[in-house]
């Protein structure tokens, strides 16, 4: 069974880069120090909800992830801090938000100057693919490279299906065209053994439990409208349908990488 711990913010550090999202380095009731997603971001619940799955994922795929923590934020947090865009971004954020473990002194993973064998770009380009994440490009990797390895982060440009929510049968089944686009898809040569490895690793089961971590809280202010127990239910259907129809996406993305090699 998948755990997060949950901790308090105590320390609003510094806002991480400029955008609607505006994730922050702060600090937790532990003393460690996490880079948080907030959701009253630029794109709501719905981003953390797309970080909490697909970090949990990745992670069950072998890949690294920094730990995802829950990070709840009280009405009182962040009221000295200066910004006005800062204060009302926090107090949208009252209650439980998403971090990871901070990996100080990491740097950005580059095209241009850094690469990575064939398996594990595979799994990354299978795991992007099965996401729906348009977010792994060579302008903006979404990777970082700390103490000599590969760790990914930021996945909440996966899922997109949910920003519009009808139609999601048909997003399932999606051969997921802007693969071609990833940073890693020229490396990715084992996509059909990792194919093999994942539907072993990634089970209807495991998907489950991924989707039972997202808080309620989080689904309600998603899509008020729909209920709860709907919303997980179409999570759940959109992941294992992805998954046991995982040859499209696959057979679309080896295509296009031969043409790239």
Known sequence: MIELRRQALSRYIMPLREGGSLPALAEADDDFKYVVKFKGGGHGAKAVISELVGGEIARRAGLRVPELVFLDLDEDFGRTEGDEEIQDLLRASTGTNLGLSFLAGAYSWDVAVNTTDSLTASRIVWLDAFLTN???????????????????????SSLYFHHNW????????????????????????ELRRVDEEMHRLIT???????????????????????????????????????LSNSKIFVDHAESVRKSLV
């Open 204 to 242: 209807p089961g495991f998907l489950r439990e991924v989707v039972d971590l997202i808080p309620d809280e989080w689904l309600a202010e998603s899509f008020p409208e729909i209920p709860v127990d709907e919303q997980r239910r179409v999570y759940l259907d959109f992941l294992t349908t992805r």
């Open 166 to 189: 009808s139609g999601w049968e048909k997003a399932a089944l999606s051969p997921f065209p802007y693969i071609e686009k990833h940073a890693l898809l020229p490396l990715a040569g």
């Open 134 to 156: 348009v977010d792994r490009t060579a302008l903006n990797t979404n990777m970082l490279w700390w103490n000599r390895e590969l760790w990914l982060i930021d996945h909440g």
